[in-house]
């Protein structure tokens, strides 16, 4: 059946033949459509979805009488007296009526949930459902529709940050989201396009003024999102589209970021998604940073467990934000910039992922490059954090850095500083490749120096810093040894001067009694009268030799030396072009001597310096030190007063320990080479 308005202002009935029961059916199918429009007939909604989509039942029938409806204001149409339904129609025509007048806001949501009766809204749903059985996208749209004309309350900032981040759908009665939920299941497949819908419509109203509340709208975006999250980020670049052509409206901007935000509560991985694909362009827009800051705040207060977003942010998302967090004088505020650095390391951990091991090889140069020494303080340290994990938890790192030294020669300088200042709280594992690199770089700048590349100083005096480091305390054994023999030699001049004779001295009572004095004045002896005797042949033979030698050997040589003069006479007439190249040849290779001697000599000298300093100071530093201490040890053993008797006393208990000591070893290695001989 069809309603077409008289001129009269009386509604007739337009039967249609070709349809037989047409009129019947007509009746009932405007009845229930009256008691399903009871609602959206005071809305003064419009129905139009916001994307273009094929005609439907819905629009071709429905929303016209509805649309003549809200402008007459008129009763509905009244039906022929011989049709039995008549006779009920206008108290059904009252009752509606009274219905579509729409009732005032309620002063909070919350009384507006109170007052909001479900079983009407069940029993709507399911008229709807019955009258459109093959369309579920007129299910939703009239459940959004009925749920934001009931809900009428005060309006709340679109980000609707004072409230918990499940406001308003928190305060959705179990039974009402049973409905809520029911009809979801049975229209799953038109999910996607009420989402669109419902965001749409909000985007719509608020041009309007004074537009209506959109809570009802906001509940259905949250339980869509809530078991369904994939739905909005199935197709981020169009809501991005969507967010920057409402760009100069932070208002409209804000409703499409909340809605798209919802998606992540339930699930971190579309959270991020969301954040990175929506927000993340927009931050630095100052009247919507803000708000992408908070949401990423709650997002990790809702997960504190980070494992389920690994593998969302890659080297393209971190640096951005990284720029942002601690380079100055960018787009955020100074608070909004901290609030970022304090989100930072949390960031940095999604982006390394599970495995990190492997993957942050490929964020070292992009580190690298940044940690110049006019880069600020705080971002200084960030990065020289990240980069001496990258070198101890990625092996590869070390190759990358071989790779960019030669060209990022500054940047270097500061990271081996930096591992200079904390070498111990390296792992000892890592300190061994860390060496090798190190050690590949002290090669690579003695190329660089003959270049005459100033940067490289720096780099190679932190690079001879850390491997004397890494080499660790070397025993002194140069020193040991001076050391032993300065004692062993005063203490013989001192036992010989003191005794007046190596007998009766107690270094010769001592190579008496162990045999090695007999010995080696045996030695002495054999050698003396095998000295002799090779004097007295040699005394006796020399002569009656020589003269032989130059008998037998002067012609030789005379012709020798005749042929030699011929040959130089003969190559200084023929081969003077020859002579003079190789006279300039000399020239150049004398040359080339004398800056070899004289970097020789350079070399001596500094390697002189370096005795003195590292060899004959420290070792005279010590001997004064040694003697304060032989000082103070004398002044306790000779209670204060220091006499020669008592010196003299010390000394010689100290020479006589020494000496039983060393006997002691030396008994005890002879005994081990005798049980050594023994066994063989």
């Known amino acids: 059946m069809a309603a077409k308005e008289a001129g009269g202002g009386r509604w007739e009935v337009v039967k249609k033949s070709r349809r037989p029961g047409a ?16 609602a959206n007939g005071g809305w003064k909604y419009d129905l139009t979805p916001p994307i273009q989509t094929t005609s439907t039942l819905y629009e071709r029938g429905f929303e ?74 007129i299910w939703l749209k009239d459940l959004a529709s009925y749920l934001n004309y009931k809900l009428q309350a005060p309006r709340s900032e679109p980000t609707l940050s004072q409230h918990t981040h499940d406001y308003p759908y928190s305060l959705v009665s179990r039974e009402l989201r049973g409905i809520i939920r029911g009809l979801l299941t049975k229209a799953a497949g038109s999910l996607e396009l009420f989402f669109d819908h419902c965001l749409f419509t909000m985007l719509q109203e608020l041009d309007k003024t004074p537009g209506e509340s959109l809570h009802g709208y906001r509940i259905c975006i949250q339980a869509i999102l809530q078991d369904r999250p994939k739905i909005a980020t199935a197709n981020l670049a169009k809501f991005l589209e969507l967010l920057r052509s409402h760009q100069s409206q932070p208002a409209k901007c804000l409703t499409i ?4 935000g919802q998606a992540g509560f339930s699930s971190l991985a579309e959270g991020l998604k969301v954040w990175l694909g929506i927000m993340l362009p927009v ?76 993957t942050l090889h490929t964020y070292f140069p992009s580190f690298l490059s940044r940690a110049t020494p006019n880069c600020p303080p705080g971002m200084k340290k960030e990065l020289l954090s990240s980069l001496t994990q990258c070198l101890t938890v990625d092996p590869l790192s070390t190759n990358v850095w071989r790779q960019l030294y030669p060209k990022h020669l500054s940047q270097s300088s500061l990271l081996l500083e930096h591992l200079l200042r904390t070498w111990e709280q390296i792992p000892k594992k890592m300190q061994k490749s860390l060496q090798e690199t190190i050690q590949s770089f002290k090669v690579t700048n003695q190329e660089l120096l003959q270049k005459g590349n100033p940067n490289v100083v720096t780099c190679d005096a932190a690079c001879k810093s850390l491997l004397q480091l890494a080499r660790g305390p070397q025993p002194p054994w140069t020193r040991l040894l001076l050391l032993l023999l300065v004692f062993a030699v005063g203490f013989l001049c001192h036992d010989l001067w003191s005794h007046s004779s190596l007998q009766a001295s107690i270094t010769g009572q001592l190579l008496g009694s162990s045999g090695v004095l007999p ?133 010689g208990e100290a020479a006589h320990w020494t000496w039983l000591f060393l006997q002691d070893i030396t008994r005890a290695l002879l005994d081990w080479a005798l049980t050594m001989i023994s066994q063989q």
């Open 23 to 38: 009129g019947g059916g007509g009746r009932g199918g405007g009845g229930d459509r009256r008691a399903l429009g009871e």
């Open 64 to 137: 016209k009488i509805m649309k003549r409806q809200n402008k007459e204001q008129v009763p509905p149409p009244v039906v022929e007296p011989k049709k039995p339904a008549s006779k009920k129609q206008p108290k059904k025509v009252a009752t509606v009526n009274n219905q579509n007048q729409k009732q005032g806001p309620f002063r909070s949501l919350e009384e507006a949930m109170k007052a909001l009766d479900v079983a009407a809204l069940q029993k709507e749903l399911d008229k709807s459902q019955s009258v459109f059985t093959g369309n579920p996208s």
């Open 257 to 260: 970021m909340w809605a798209m």
């Open 283 to 358: 931050l630095g827009i100052k009247s919507l940073s803000p708000f992408a800051l908070a949401y990423l705040d709650r997002l990790f207060l809702m997960h504190p467990s980070l494992t389920k977003g690994f593998g969302m942010i890659g080297p393209k998302d971190l640096f951005p934000l990284l720029d942002f967090a601690y380079m100055p004088n960018n787009s955020l505020s100074p608070s909004l910039q901290e609030q970022l650095c304090q989100l930072y390391p949390r960031l940095k951990v999604l982006a390394f992922g599970a495995n990190p091991e492997s």
């Open 519 to 651: 010995i080696g004045q045996q030695v002495c002896t054999k050698l003396y009268s095998y000295s002799l005797r090779g004097y007295s042949w040699l005394e006796e033979t020399l002569p009656a030799c020589s003269s032989y030698l130059l008998t037998v050997v002067r012609p030789s040589l005379q012709l020798a030396w005749a042929h030699t003069n011929a040959t130089v006479n003969f190559l200084s007439a023929h081969c003077a072009s020859h002579l003079s190249w190789f006279g300039d040849s000399f020239t150049g290779v004398s040359q080339m001597l004398l800056d070899v001697l004289y970097q020789l000599c350079q070399f001596l000298k500094e390697l002189t310096l370096f005795l003195y300093q590292s060899v004959l100071l420290p070792l005279w530093h010590l001997l004064l030190s040694a003697l304060a201490q032989a000082q103070e040890h004398c002044h306790e053993a000779c209670r204060g007063e220091v006499t020669w008797d008592c010196v003299k006393t010390q000394v």
